[in-house]
């Protein structure tokens, strides 16, 4: 499969972004789907991942402000953040994988990454 994830940008702090990560090759539900993060410096950390069935997981640190969800007509995957921070700034990456895990070394598939920079 190929991801192409897409929707960065620039935005305030406490403003949305979606994010959206289209996939060619197989359907998106037919993988765990997660989107990860990589700070300047740091490395890949989970975000959130989205199974086949619709369990879904948060990292502590966006629950309640980030929602995952998937359209299976457009085979598309995407986040919904809002609340935004500024040490949300980060590139964003989707990956597709086969089984829920938060560390990104699972996921077998990896979309480009998509800048999102949050200004305080």
């Known amino acids: 499969v190929q991801l192409q994830a897409s929707g960065g940008g620039l935005v305030q702090a406490g403003g949305s972004l979606r994010l959206s990560c289209a996939a060619s090759g197989r359907a998106v539900d037919s993988y765990v789907m997660g989107w990860f993060r990589q700070g300047p410096g740091l490395e890949r950390r989970f975000v959130s991942t989205?199974?086949?069935?619709?369990?879904?997981t948060y990292a502590d640190s966006v629950k309640g402000r980030f929602t995952i969800s998937r359209d299976n007509a457009k085979n598309t995957v995407y986040l919904q953040m809002n609340s935004l921070k500024p040490e949300d700034t980060a590139v964003y990456y989707c990956?597709?994988?086969?089984?829920?895990?938060?560390?990104?070394?699972?996921?077998?598939?990896w979309g480009q990454g998509t800048q999102v920079t949050v200004s305080s």
């Open positions: 990956a597709a994988g086969n089984y829920i895990a938060a560390d990104p070394r699972r996921y077998i598939f």
């Open positions: 989205l199974s086949g069935i619709n369990m879904t």
